[in-house]
């Protein structure tokens, strides 16, 4: 029928930010997303996604930074695993300044 669509689900690791997406995308390294979302959420401490995947549990502190001692990143920081055995840090949160390091 002319002007008619059918719609699928985002499969998981995947997403569309927009009405009327023609493909979903991969969520990047260090994030995941259940099937038909619309964004993509970081992983937990303890996890990890190579991106375009669902977050697994870490295998070993070489694979998962975050989750090694001394902590890799400030108190109330959330880190987030990445591939090729590296992390990042998120923003400081309220009422904490970045001071770059």
Known sequence: TPGSS?????DPGKFAASTGSAE???CDGGMESTHGKESCGYCHENEI???????RPCT???ECPCIGSPRPCSTGVQCVNLPSNSH????????FQDSGG
């Open 6 to 10: 059918l719609c699928s689900f985002c």
């Open 88 to 95: 990042k840090c998120l923003s400081c949160p309220p009422g």
């Open 60 to 62: 070993s502190v070489t």
């Open 24 to 26: 979903c995308e991969c």
């Open 49 to 55: 996604s190579g991106g375009c995947e669902m977050c």
